[in-house]
C-alpha cells in the first residue's frame, strides 16, 4: 500500500509540474484517501484490535 501511495505522489508531482492539473487532483486524492487507510490500519493494529498473523 506504501508504493502505491508513493507512485501516486510522484504522478500527482510531475502532473502538477506539467500543468495537467485534473489528473494532479484525482492522484492526490487517492494518495490522501490510501494515506488515511494506512493511518487507520496502523492505529488498529497498535492498539491491538487487529492481530496480524
Given at each position: 500500500?506504501?508504493?502505491w501511495?508513493?507512485?501516486?505522489l510522484v504522478v500527482a508531482?510531475?502532473?502538477g509540474l506539467l500543468g495537467l492539473?485534473?489528473?494532479?487532483?484525482?492522484?492526490l486524492s487517492g494518495a490522501k484517501i490510501l494515506i488515511g487507510i494506512a493511518l487507520v490500519l496502523f492505529l488498529?493494529?497498535?492498539f491491538?484490535?487487529?492481530?496480524?498473523?
Open positions: 500500500m506504501l508504493e501511495i508513493l507512485i501516486l508531482a510531475v502532473a492539473n485534473t489528473i494532479s487532483g484525482v492522484a488498529l493494529v497498535l491491538g484490535v487487529i492481530a496480524i498473523a
